[in-house]
């Protein structure tokens, strides 16, 4: 029997599925507890869905699965300590909501689904469990991959929404769909057409998560501007920022400023430099290395402290000196990372040990010197179109090109580059 199946990425092993150990570096007692962690929240949905019913949203479980979902998207987290934790938490959580259906007038007895209803605490009990409800417990290949993918969207979906909430924007009619979505990847009677609407339904309602954290990010620190990044680096000690929560960096520049420490965004976090609100920061220096996949060496040369928001984090190689100057925060995580807590009773994060680490450290080693161009968003885009409009009518602008995801780390992945060189001066890309 395979020790794990995960198919949830691209790097996917011999593009079938991995099933020893992740590509992405996921062992399989992990890439299993995340298989809980996933099955216990269709259990948790199992009672929210009838207890909206009754006119009750719980909105520590809303966050609360969305946190789950988040917490297994690919590169997000790989310490197993936080995952037997979470479905500790998930256990609770149902069974209060199930307490709470009972009270409404409801009848959680109705409800059969195992997710719903199995008892297991202990460790032991966990991995014996995690292995029997994953990916590979649908038979029907076609029904197992229209629930994936739904499954997908729905963790896509809640990046966004933590982010957005993390800002105090949440809606929850996304919440409602969320949950009716993972019950009916639960249920067997359902066809291949209407698993198929559901995935339809996904993507919508991942348009509307996008646009809730669009405005999130809009209103709280103004809409992205055409702006000159520095890619090159100062003479203090500096912290680096990657993954994508700006609730992170806001926090940690206040935290930051006056210290003599500077801050760097790195990769995902590149478009943060483009927001007004950051600009004002003279402590927050511009975006130091390349994309997450060149981390390895980035993280080498910066010789300060690294603080992950979120994804995209790669296993360091065994003789990488930088892993104790790493920090990891929100969903993210990796067994040997410090790991800062989130935030309570509305104040904000502790990033204190953190500025402290940083300001022992050396500056980092100039890799580059410059300026890129970035910023530009919607807004900047539509203050711009009379221009366009002109272009267009001109020939100046032939055609748009819309590209979406992001090169990765195998040579044969360098699509985006690839393609975006080769596009004729006439053409413009997003
Ligand atoms: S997330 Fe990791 S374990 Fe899953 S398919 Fe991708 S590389 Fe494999």
Not at 206 to 228: C, F, R, W
Not at 386 to 391: G, L, R, T
Not at 396 to 415: E, L, P, Q, T
Request: glycine share 8%.
């Amino acid at each position: 029997m395979d020790k794990m199946f995960c198919y949830q990425c691209q790097e996917t092993a011999k593009n079938e599925g991995c099933k020893v150990m992740g590509v992405c570096g996921k062992t399989a007692d992990v890439a299993n507890l995340q298989d809980l962690l996933i099955f216990m929240c269709k259990g948790l949905s199992h009672y929210t869905l009838p207890l909206r019913k009754f006119g009750i949203e719980l909105p520590e479980v809303n966050r609360f699965i969305v946190d789950s979902l988040f917490m297994t998207i690919t590169n997000a987290n790989f310490d197993r300590k936080r995952f037997v934790t979470r479905v500790r938490l998930a256990y609770e959580l149902r069974e209060a909501a199930k307490e709470q259906l009972l009270k409404a007038g409801g009848s959680p007895d109705d409800i059969t689904f195992d997710g719903a209803l199995w008892q297991g605490q202990t460790e032991e009990e966990m991995d014996a469990k995690a292995v029997s409800v994953g990916v590979l417990a649908t038979q029907d290949v076609d029904v197992r991959s229209l629930r994936e993918l739904t499954i997908y969207g729905l963790k896509g979906m809640a990046a966004y929404l933590e982010h957005a909430y993390n800002m105090g924007y949440e809606d929850n009619a996304i919440y409602a769909f969320m949950q009716k979505a993972l019950v009916m990847t639960t249920d067997d009677t359902l066809s291949a057409d209407e698993l198929t609407a559901l995935v339809l339904e996904t993507g919508e309602y991942g348009v509307q998560a996008m646009a809730l954290l669009d405005k999130a990010h809009n209103e709280t620190y103004g809409s992205p501007e055409i702006t000159e990044v520095n890619i090159g680096v100062r003479n203090n000690p500096g912290i680096l920022v990657s993954g994508h929560d700006l609730k992170d960096l806001e926090e940690l520049l206040q935290q930051t400023e006056g210290t003599g420490v500077d801050v760097y965004t790195h990769s995902e976090m590149l478009p943060a430099n483009s927001y007004p609100f950051f600009k004002k920061y003279s402590h927050f220096v511009g975006n130091y290395g390349s994309s997450w996949w060149h981390q390895v060496e980035d993280f080498e040369n910066f010789n300060g402290v690294v603080l992950f928001t979120t994804n995209c984090i790669v296993p360091p190689r065994r003789n990488a000196t930088y892993a104790d100057r790493v920090y990891t925060t929100g969903a993210s995580g990796f067994d040997g990372f410090k790991h800062i807590e989130n935030r309570k009773d509305g104040q904000p994060k502790d990033f204190s040990a953190l500025i402290e680490h940083a300001k022992k450290c050396a500056p980092p080693k100039e890799m580059e010197t410059g300026t890129i161009i970035g910023g530009f968003a919607h807004n900047q885009v539509l203050a711009l179109a009379d221009k366009i409009i002109e272009a267009i009518k001109s020939g100046a602008i032939r055609k748009f090109v819309v590209m979406s995801g992001c090169d990765g780390r195998m040579n044969s992945r360098s699509y985006y580059t690839e393609f975006a060189q080769k596009l004729p001066k006439d053409v413009i890309s997003f």
